[in-house]
């Protein structure tokens, strides 16, 4: 008996040191952060090269290791290194950070006439719309749809640097669209050129600036114009997303031409875990964006509702999540005795026959296959023959529907786990029913020899919005503790907007339908509605920075109508209301000092934040005006998560806002504390004389930790003149028990 425990401690100990072995050995993809331009960019190439010979020490190994070169708006490069190389380029002094290439991944028509931007709206200043390009970084673009045709556009805006590379629909509406895939690593679902295999890239980049497409919808649902936030707007696409995800190198490397070619915004819908900000190239990027007076938008991930999933969390980035809007998708069961159970999907086919035979997964289930749970219908449990032409239930809803398809089922339903607020696409007649009506189904099965149903074809119901949606990523943040993330909601439940016809509707090889317009969520969908946003306000104030455009956006959101127990930390500071948000009153602005005091704050490394800011001078945090209060940034929210060790509330927040509303104008203070925060604003009045005057305030926020109550203790602090109402939200995150 010893001798095998000791046999399998050394076969353990062997495993180890070969997977050690190979690691060591075996070259991976990291990226070499330098931080901004110091120089003439083109002596960079021999720079990076000399860089890596010096870290591998071999001229031919050091020219083949190199992939990439970063050298239009920031400074680094892509290398395959081992692990001894990675440590010694980490330790030059010119080096920002070194980290792998990881893996991102996608966040997946009345929308804006619920936002207010009615399609009458008069848009005064189209003009100044159609000088704006949106940049997106995506799976690429379908030239054909209907929402990118450029009849009647203007010449492309003279500033624009962009172009096509291996594209031919590029236009007046399409004016950039390049591909990056570093590793040459495509699959057979991939095309090496910006072309949209997917359908994703279409429907962001046709959701912030589409133009108007009459009667659209997916085969009859949701019937309407679709249209972008945005529609004068110029789009740029950036694929960097293939079948294999949106690897971190790709996703730099469009950063680093969407900013050199003149994009006026960014928008992202994607991303993966958090990392510190100097290694995630989603914050390096949106960082040399801002540098340039670019704001990044980006969606807040679809890890919801679980707590500190939200992702790309810098403060310089915009944090979407994703809000349901008033319309709902639900698709009626109709059972033999009668009864009917109302589910929700979105479901495209109307019945042939009055009713079908039903059955379950239970009672389908082929016997002689012991693997798999048949209830659930897995794949391969079920018996064909009984299955042939029938309705099946299944416990469960995700992909049962293909299952029943290739097993040869005539229509599914579907037992959700949980209630949900999303309704997702079936390949065959399909709905997906609430926990609560199982019973109901499941009695009926059982009373009768011939169990029948049929599913009726989708209808919409109005419900009441907005309300965060159930997917959509929550705080706390675990990066910067002080900062509330995500900041802004906007709709990304069900939204119609352009596809690709290159893929399916739902997205399964068994689906024989594509479709021009189709229906998807996530907080992917809501990012380009508040890119869109941005871009609108953006048209109206084209001298604000992406700070002041943000703050515009948070402070005039409107509060969500189904306020959940993560508040705040769900829908950040409300959904976008762009109309409002062109007239905010005040903005809270936030300048590149303020950002470095706010990183000395935060403990980066004083050289690092020198190089990333691009000065040939180290940066010295001493010679900065020391970030004050709780959470050092003029942020349009006031947020901190306390020590575990905290007994009571104390935090204290210091503000600047800028008059952008009437010259003449005075500010009042209002707080509304619902849980028994107590707010102190210093002074309680502010008084300006002119446009583009800044005063200060401060908060403190004090408060006893009652062991009861919801994890979050909130506030609302509104400063008002007689036109203007500015909000900002104040959250207190309780020390969380381990
Ligand atoms: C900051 O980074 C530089 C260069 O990598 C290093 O030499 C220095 O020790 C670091 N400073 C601190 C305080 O970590
Ligand atoms: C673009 O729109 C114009 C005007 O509505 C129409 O005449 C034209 O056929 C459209 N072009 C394409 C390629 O659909
Ligand atoms: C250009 O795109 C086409 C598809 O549109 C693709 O087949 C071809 O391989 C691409 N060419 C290059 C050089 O990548
Ligand atoms: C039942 O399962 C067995 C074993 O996996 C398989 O060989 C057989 O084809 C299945 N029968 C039907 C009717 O699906
Ligand atoms: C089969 O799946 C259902 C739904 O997920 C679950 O409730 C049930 O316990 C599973 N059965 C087995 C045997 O795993
Ligand atoms: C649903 O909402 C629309 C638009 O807000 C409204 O016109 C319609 O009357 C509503 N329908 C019902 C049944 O409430
Ligand atoms: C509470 O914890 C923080 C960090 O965990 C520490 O800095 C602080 O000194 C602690 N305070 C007390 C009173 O223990
Ligand atoms: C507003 O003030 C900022 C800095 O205080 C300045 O850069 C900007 O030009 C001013 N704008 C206007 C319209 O006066």
């Not at 060591?24 to 993809?29: G, V």
């Not at 190389?85 to 990881?102: G, I, N, Q």
């Not at 293939?242 to 790709?250: I, K, L, M, T, V």
């Not at 506030?715 to 500015?726: G, I």
Request: hydrophobic share 35%; net charge neutral; with cysteine.
């Amino acid at each position: 008996m010893f001798r095998n425990l000791l046999l399998l401690v050394f076969s353990l100990c062997l495993v180890t040191t070969l997977v050690h072995g190979s690691n060591d050995n075996e070259r991976k993809e990291y990226i070499i952060y330098m931080g901004g331009l110091q120089g003439a960019g083109t002596s960079a190439m021999v720079d990076h090269h000399n860089m890596l010979l010096t870290a591998i020490g071999d001229e031919e190994v050091a020219r083949e290791s190199k992939l990439y070169t970063y050298r239009k708006s920031f400074n680094g490069f892509v290398a395959k290194l081992l692990p001894n190389e990675v440590k010694r380029l980490s330790a030059e002094k010119r080096v920002v950070s070194v980290f792998p290439s990881t893996v991102r991944k996608l966040h997946t028509t009345r929308t804006w006439d619920f936002l207010g931007l009615s399609e009458t709206l008069s848009r005064e200043n189209a003009k100044r719309e159609s000088d704006i390009v949106i940049g997106l970084l995506d799976s690429g673009i379908w030239p054909e749809a209907p929402s990118f045709n450029d009849t009647g556009y203007g010449p492309v805006p003279i500033k624009w640097r962009g172009k096509c590379v291996n594209f031919t629909g590029c236009n007046r509406k399409v004016v950039g669209a390049k591909y990056f895939n570093l590793n040459q690593d495509y699959s057979d679902r991939d095309t090496p050129s910006p072309i949209d295999d997917t359908g994703h890239g279409t429907h962001t980049s046709s959701t912030a600036a589409g133009v108007f497409a009459k009667d659209a919808s997916l085969h009859g649902l949701g019937t309407g114009t679709a249209r972008g936030g945005v529609p004068s707007a110029r789009i740029a696409m950036y694929k960097v997303c293939w079948d294999s995800g949106c690897s971190d190198a790709d996703v730099l490397a469009a950063f680093d031409e969407a900013i050199a070619d003149g994009v006026d915004l960014i928008s992202a819908s994607m991303g993966g875990p958090s990392r510190s900000f100097f290694e995630d190239p989603i914050a390096i990027g949106s960082f040399h964006a801002m540098k340039k007076g670019i704001l990044t938008s980006c969606s807040a991930g679809n890890d919801g509702p679980a707590a500190s999933t939200v992702e790309n969390v810098a403060p310089w980035i915009m944090t979407v999540a994703a809000s349901g809007i008033d319309r709902q998708f639900r698709t009626l069961a109709t059972l033999g005795n009668g009864k009917y159970i109302s589910g929700i999907s979105i479901n495209t086919f109307s019945p042939e026959k009055k009713m079908y035979p039903l059955t379950s997964g239970a009672l389908a289930a082929n016997v002689s296959e012991r693997y798999g749970n048949a209830s659930a219908c897995d794949f391969g449990t079920l018996d064909q023959n009984e299955v042939m032409g029938k309705i099946v239930y299944c416990l469960g809803s995700n992909g049962q529907d293909y299952t029943i398809k290739r097993t040869g089922g005539a229509g599914a339903i579907m037992m959700l786990d949980s209630d949900t607020d999303t309704a997702y696409s079936t390949v065959i007649p399909g709905t997906s029913i609430f926990p609560r009506d199982s019973k109901l189904i499941e009695q009926y099965i059982s009373s009768t020899k011939n169990p029948q149903a049929v599913i009726q074809k989708t209808i919409t119901i109005n419900v009441s919005a907005p309300f965060v949606a159930s997917f959509s990523s929550r705080g706390p943040q675990i990066i910067s503790l002080n900062i509330l993330k995500p900041d802004i909601s906007a709709p990304g439940v069900n939204i119609l907007a352009a596809y690709s016809t290159l893929t399916t509707t739902t997205g399964y090889p068994n689906d024989d339908r594509h479709t021009v317009f189709n229906i998807i969520s996530g907080t992917s969908m809501a990012c380009p509605h508040a890119s869109a946003a941005a871009v609108y306000v953006k048209s109206f104030h084209p001298d604000w920075s992406p700070a002041a455009v943000k703050s515009a956006l948070m402070t005039t959101a409107t509060p969500m109508k189904i306020i959940e127990e993560d508040a705040e930390l769900g829908s950040g500071s409300g959904q976008i209301n762009p109309t409002q948000a062109v007239n905010p009153g005040l903005i809270y602005d936030i300048s590149m000092s303020d950002y470095i005091s706010f990183l000395c704050k935060e403990g980066y490394n004083h050289t690092a934040i020198g190089l990333i800011v691009g000065g040939t001078d180290k940066i010295d945090c001493s010679k900065f005006k020391p970030a004050q209060g709780t959470d050092g940034l003029n942020y349009p929210t006031m947020y901190t998560k306390l020590h575990s060790n905290s007994t009571s509330i104390s935090a204290t927040f210091y503000r600047t806002v800028t008059n952008v509303g009437y010259a003449m104008s005075v500010y009042t203070s209002k707080v509304t504390s619902l849980s028994g925060l107590l707010v102190k604003v210093i002074p309680e009045t502010l008084k300006f004389s002119k446009l583009n005057e800044s005063q200060s305030f401060t908060v403190e926020v004090k408060g006893s930790l009652e062991p009861t109550g919801s994890k979050q203790l909130s506030a609302l602090l509104e400063w008002s003149d007689s036109k203007y109402n500015v909000k900002s939200h104040i959250v207190i995150l309780r020390p969380l028990a381990d």
